[in-house]
């Protein structure tokens, strides 16, 4: 059996030479050819790899073993090259099958430190390899000599070392993730773009990169704001006229909060009295949005919502503390007809119309009140008045077979019944009280006059009703096919057509 494979490997050409071949060819092929295509790339490589291993061992070459040099022979030089790029396509082999593997268990991101570290352990393995067993060197006198240049370099590289051990740390530990926004002690706050082994890279709230230290972060104090969930929770403090009781100032304020769109429904809004004096009603207002990133919409509308809805619960705000003023004797409640006029001076639909214009249109308004459930416009009607809330809250539905989405909220100073007025249109909502609401109408008969002489309120009408069309279109689609766990593709189809033709399961 010996002699035969001598005798084969005798009628080959030079193993060595072919060795080189598969090298040059694993290299080329791999870099030009397969660039992109990860896994054909990696097998290509693996039986480059396989054919150096084969044409070695048929020139009875062992990487492992030390190779005895005779003078500098070509031969020996061509032997020594062979096993010092088998070493390294070994230790490239290896770094990118553990590369592949982190990728495809964890998001590649995460793990840029931990592949670095892994390849730099892989590669200094393979430089040591190449020492012992190419150039015959003892490893014990290469690592005490190391260890002498390793002490110069870290004195001489504290701060890049702090920040790489530091790096460490934090990739162990993660108190976050890419995709996380983090709030320093320092003041600077942002979604966390990727952690190398220097440094953590932080989008800004003003679309600035942030290049922050390991080290900086190791020991600030940071608050995670999308941990343990992406919900987000803030405070606000409002301050109203001590001459109304708590009670109803609360009950106002909750109002305020059942108006909004981008608050989370749960946890509910907290509403608590910190402070009661003779110059003002303190009170903190807590809400919880599903993003960090809604956070600065959502606090504008709370603040907006709060302000309408005081406004018509005739609940003034009180001065800022400190200021020495005192608000002024509250005046008394207008009359109906008034209440009408400073409605229409107050919304900005009808800024086009003259004072004389205003004065006879809130004379034809009539006023109308709903308690909770009661339903002010239904889907598919035709709404022949365009309705202004003036307290509380409606809901507009959406059905879709045995369903009922909810779409938008509308808070005092919204109006609907846009489609009806404008184009005889029968309404895509189901308008619903969800509190005691008072609204006033106008009818079609009276507003037809006022849009074909102000066009401008046509359009302003128009591009209200355009923005909730889209709006609904935009829930149907979010809440189109939801996924179960568990359910198969087949089956949230058979779902959705029952829903759609009202069929019982």
Known sequence: ?????????????????????????????????????????????????????????????????????????????????????????????????????????????????????????IYLGAVLAVVAYVFNVAVDGVLAASGVIAIVLGLALQSTLGDVFSGIVLNLAKPYHPGDWLILDAGLQGRVIETNWRATQILTDSNDLAIVPNSVIAKAKLINASAPGRDHGATV????????????????????????????????????VRRLDAVALEVDVQFFVSDFDLLPLAQNEVFDLIFRHCLSAGIRLAPPAGSGF???PMAPRPSPADASRRLLDRLPIFAPLSDDERVLLAEKMTRGSFKAGDVVVEQGAVAHALFILTAGVVVALQGTGAKEIEVMRLAPGDCFGQAGILAGATSIFQIKALTRVNVFEIAKEDLAPILQERPAIAAELGLILAQRQAMGKSRLEELALPEKQGDTLAERLAERVKDLFGLKS
């Open 326 to 328: 005192a608000l002024a």
């Open 1 to 121: 059996m010996t002699a035969n494979f001598s005798r084969l490997a005798a009628q080959m050409p030079d193993p060595l030479a072919i060795a080189g071949l598969f090298l040059l060819a694993g290299f080329l092929i791999t870099r030009l050819a397969l660039p992109h295509h990860p896994v054909w790339r990696f097998l290509f490589q693996l039986a480059c790899f396989a054919g150096v291993t084969i044409m070695l061992a048929v020139a009875g070459v062992s990487p492992s073993v030390a190779t005895v040099r005779v003078g500098w022979t070509l031969n020996y030089l061509g032997i020594s090259l062979l096993k010092i790029a088998w070493w390294l396509f070994a230790a490239w082999l290896l770094s990118g099958f553990l590369r592949a593997a982190l990728i495809y268990k964890r998001q590649p991101r995460e793990t840029i430190l931990l592949q670095d570290l892994l390849s730099g352990a």
């Open 237 to 272: 403090a409002i301050r109203l006229d001590p001459g109304v009781a708590p009670a109803r100032c609360c009950t106002v304020l909750e109002t305020a909060l059942l108006s909004c769109n981008l608050i989370l429904r749960t946890p509910p809004p907290v509403i608590s």
